[in-house]
């Protein structure tokens, strides 16, 4: 199985950026279906972005860019213009099927504070 590390979070003001990165062991990440979720305090874990479908949350299309490289095997998630509603911590995710049934590998997620 895939295992998984974010890095890059951290604290950051309004208007900032910040790059996220996943790197994957074990397996490689065109085995899967690779994507970003976010939990913020009290509140559930969100979709944020995803690979194939090259899709985003409403909140943060056009602000957050995911991108991979197969060399390095890790997944990136570049966030430009954070709001302080950013501020959560930020889990990658590798999803895959097999035999109709499916399977979600997490890292243990980096925190992002953006600060108003």
């Known amino acids: 199985q895939v295992q998984l590390v974010e890095s890059g979070g951290g604290s950051v003001q309004a208007g900032g950026s910040l790059r996220l990165s996943c790197a994957a062991s074990?397996?490689?990440?065109?085995?899967?279906?690779m994507g970003w979720f976010r939990q913020a305090p009290g509140k559930e874990r969100e979709f944020v972005a995803a690979?194939?479908?090259?899709g985003y949350a409403d909140s943060v299309e056009g602000r957050f860019t995911i991108s991979r490289d197969n060399a390095k095997n890790t997944v990136y998630l570049q966030m430009n213009s954070l709001k302080p509603e950013d501020t959560a911590v930020y889990y990658c995710?590798?999803?895959?099927?097999?035999?109709?049934?499916?399977?979600?590998?997490w890292g243990q997620g980096t925190q992002v504070t953006v600060s108003s």
């Open positions: 074990g397996r490689t990440i065109s085995q899967y279906a």
């Open positions: 995710n590798a999803h895959r099927q097999r035999l109709g049934v499916p399977y979600d590998y």
């Open positions: 690979i194939r479908l090259n």
